[in-house]
């Protein structure tokens, strides 16, 4: 198996959409985000009306805590018996939420742990919480990730080569494309980001880290532009667009880290119990729906993906790309 495709976390149906500008949205400014003061949370409405559907409400846990933005419509909903569990791989996004909410009536209910998603059920058994009622996976980075020039996420903002979620693991992007080879470079750009020009980018970048390592978002960025010149700025997308994605998917291995949290999460659901997961490119969301498809202890309740209407994107660019879906596990006697 190739590195992309062991990265990716499957071996078929690799196929990838990147949407700047569908018919709703192509004509809609894009505002510069110089700050962000919290990331807008993405189909809230939808998310908390498949919260409240829910049957079973005993333990929630918001797995991708991020800013706190869904966590706090949830906690409005909640009842006042439900336990919460917050979770998020990167520490400072804990810690934010936690000022966040800080001031809550339901605070004191909530459990805050900084984990990966992949890890739920050892965290449920060791809280006592056996199974769960509803589990959200909100995907990707929060604005705030990708906006700090210091998480090196982003080409728009200089900083180090880093994009890793949680800063203590391993391998940072700076490593990632200073040392694979040519050939695994462009199987990551081409197989986690479908970036037509992979194999120039990708001997670009190896032509340039002999001269000197790339050390920055912006000497990357540079490195790109170089390579695929002004053909690689089609329809608005900057041309590190996709490569920049594909490094970040493969340094926090999302592909691998969702297949397993699907698994172990929905293991944990109790009967009627609700996840739901939003993602924001097609690798992410082929891999939620083919995974929802092939079981047969529930139902799918979202039998086509939820999107954003024109006015969220409209307020929150963001969100363009995002669908959401919903599993239900199915009950002792009915969900209904
Ligand atoms: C899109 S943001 C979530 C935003 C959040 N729903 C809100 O309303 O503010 C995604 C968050 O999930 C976290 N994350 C991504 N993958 C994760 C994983 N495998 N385990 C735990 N947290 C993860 C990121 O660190 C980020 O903070």
Excluded at 159 to 166: A, E, H, T, V, W
Excluded at 173 to 196: C, Y
Aim: a positive charge.
């Amino acid at each position: 198996m190739t590195l992309a495709r062991r990265l990716a976390g499957t071996e078929s149906g690799l196929s990838l959409t990147l949407r700047p500008f569908n018919v709703s949205t192509m004509s809609l400014p894009i505002l510069p985000s110089p700050f962000v003061a919290y990331h807008i949370p993405v189909l809230k409405d939808a998310v908390v009306s498949l919260a409240y559907g829910a049957k079973n409400l005993s333990v929630l846990v918001d797995a991708t805590v991020g800013d706190g933005g869904h966590l706090e419509a949830l906690l409005g909903l909640v009842p006042g018996s439900c336990r919460v569990l917050a979770l998020d791989q990167d520490a400072s996004a804990i810690e934010r939420a936690k000022a966040r909410l800080s001031e809550h009536p339901r605070f004191e209910s909530i459990l805050w742990v900084k984990a990966r998603f992949s890890a739920i059920p050892g965290l449920l058994n060791e809280l006592g919480m056996p199974q769960a009622g509803f589990i959200l996976l909100d995907l990707g980075v929060s604005s705030r990730q990708l906006e700090d020039p210091g998480r090196g996420f982003s080409f728009r903002h200089p900083g180090p080569l880093d994009m890793r979620m949680d800063p203590l693991i391993h391998t940072s992007a700076k490593e990632l494309v200073n040392t694979l080879s040519e050939k695994e470079l462009a199987d990551i750009l081409w197989g986690l980001g479908q970036e037509p020009r992979s194999r120039r980018i990708a001997r670009a970048i190896v032509e340039a880290r002999r001269v000197h390592p790339v050390e920055s978002t912006s000497a990357l960025a540079q490195i790109i532009e170089r390579a695929v010149g002004r053909k690689g700025r089609s329809f608005n997308i900057h041309p590190a667009t996709r490569s920049f994605m594909a490094l970040r998917i493969a340094v926090n291995d999302e592909l691998g880290e969702l297949q397993r949290g699907l698994e172990e999460a929905v293991c944990k659901l109790g009967p009627c119990g609700r996840i739901v997961v939003i993602s924001y490119h097609s690798l992410e969301d082929g891999l939620v729906k083919r995974f929802f498809k092939a079981r047969d202890d529930g139902s799918i309740i979202t039998k086509k993906p939820v999107r954003p209407g024109l006015e969220e994107v409209r307020a929150n660019h963001r969100s363009r790309s995002a669908k959401l879906r919903c599993f239900e596990k199915e009950g002792q006697g009915s969900c209904i």
